[in-house]
């Protein structure tokens, strides 16, 4: 059980800590080099969540997302959460506060793609209140594209 969560903006020295934990995830959200995954951070806006774990506190889960103006619309690229502190609030944490500032910056919806398979991830969004827009047919794997709209 979490005591302590903390999240915030993500910085510079949270991104080794940030790649561990996306490496761990690597099936789902695809591995990248350390140096990709750098430039891939600070192309894009993130944020973390801090848990205490008794020294002091560290990044357990991240989401990595980009403002597209022109949708009116808030992109998450990725989240995920250390292995052994999953389902206990931490993603949840994490997409309350980028709904939240999504809002407070004016816009009107998110949106993500996860595989077109119901498991952990599609349940995630679902339950969150996203739901289906279309499907991406690719040669590697059928994405869903999800929506949450802001102002309902």
């Not at 934990?21 to 099936?27: L, M, Q, T």
């Not at 806006?45 to 774990?53: I, K, N, P, Q």
């Not at 993603?91 to 309350?96: E, K, P, R, T, Y």
């Not at 809002?103 to 998110?110: C, L």
Request: net charge positive; hydrophobic share 40%.
């Amino acid at each position: 059980m979490i005591d302590y969560l903390v999240i915030r903006e993500m910085r510079f020295e949270d991104i080794n800590r940030v790649k561990l934990i996306s490496d761990d995830y690597w099936r789902s959200l695809g591995r990248i080099r350390t140096g990709a995954f750098i430039n891939y951070v600070k192309e894009n806006r993130g944020l973390v969540a801090l848990v205490d774990s008794g020294k002091g506190l560290t990044p357990e889960g991240f989401l990595i997302f980009g403002y597209k103006k022109s949708d009116n619309a808030v992109a998450l690229y990725k989240i995920a959460v250390s292995g052994f502190l999953r389902r206990q609030g931490i993603g949840s944490a994490l997409l309350c506060e980028l709904k939240r500032t999504a809002i407070e910056r004016g816009f009107s919806r998110i949106y993500t793609k996860c595989p077109a398979i119901l498991d952990d991830a599609s349940m995630f969004f679902y339950k969150h209140g996203f739901y289906l827009v279309d499907i991406e047919y690719t040669r590697r794997k059928n994405l869903s594209v999800l929506l949450f709209d802001l102002k309902s």
